[in-house]
């Protein structure tokens, strides 16, 4: 067998092992939540970042329809106020909120709004982010704007949204949509810099300035055109870098709140949905957006939390 064959045969046992999970998870996603495992009620607030379209508006559908009430939330507000009709149509308990997790403004009357109408929030999923690559592209002229919106956007909602989770004997939730592009010990696609990937990787000593100092490193080089031969991901390299520092903030914040009294616990993972046919990959995924739905909302959603710090794809842990 020559080494053409032998890829081509990986890639048939690949493809196997994901079609055979994927039919796994659509059978799983049909068994209903016992009433035991059922710790939420259409009184629980979950609150969806970038929910007008594609994995978002997904997670947000699944939510509702398993009786939450979602909180839709959309940069753009006409795309916003169309998809939550779409979802009102449908019977479900889902309202919409204007929303820019890169405008500081636009998080404080966010923030602002949900507390007066009602009180605080049960669960976060931080969807919203963005990407300029498409298959094997590479460019990094938009950097810049996806780091900040994918990582320092994202980090910006998580602290102004904390002190509006709601305590409960169940914990509230933060889920995190990232990818395993943001992996730090992938085989590919990885950070060259030993010394950087231990300081990134060692739990117990990260810090959010090592993660922030990380990511401006890498803005500097691209401005300076340097970030070719700076030993960064060669992959997506904007994107993979900002789900890394996503990945990281995941396993800081969590050991931070591992800290909070019981019954004022908040338990925070991330998930990687897969390869999504959406506009974001240009329609050229693997896996339709009602899968790459499942694990965020199987993550919100867990019975008996105690899980934190940990990244999960396709109801599975995977290593950071």
Sequence with gaps: MDVTEKRMNKKERAKERREKRHEEISRLRTI??????????????????????????????????????????????IEGELATKTLLEEGLKVVFHQLDIVDHQSIDLFCAWVKEKYGGIDI??????????????????????????NYFGTKNMIKAVIPLMRSSAGGARVVMVSSRLGRLNGRRNRIADVDLRQQLEHVESLSEDIIDSTMNKFLE?????????????????????????????????ARTLSEWPEGQKIYVNCCCPGWVKTAMTGWAGLTSPEEGADTPVWL?????????????????????
């Design 124 to 149: 976060l999923i931080n969807n919203a982010g963005i990407s300029y690559n498409t298959g094997s592209e590479n460019s990094v002229e938009c950097a810049e704007k996806v780091i900040n919106t």
């Design 32 to 77: 209903p939540y016992s009433d035991h495992h059922r710790w939420w009620s259409g009184e629980t607030i979950a609150v969806v970042t970038g929910g007008n379209r594609g994995i978002g508006f997904e997670i947000t559908r699944q939510l509702a329809l398993h009786g939450l009430t979602v909180i839709l939330t959309s940069r753009d507000t």
């Design 221 to 253: 080089q691209v401005k300076d055109g340097s970030w070719v031969t700076g030993g960064w991901p060669q992959n997506n390299t904007d994107y993979s870098l900002s789900k890394l520092a996503v990945n990281a903030y995941t396993r800081l914040l």
């Design 300 to 320: 919100a959603l867990l019975p008996g939390q105690s899980t934190s710090g940990k990244f999960f794809a396709e109801r599975r842990e995977i290593n950071f």
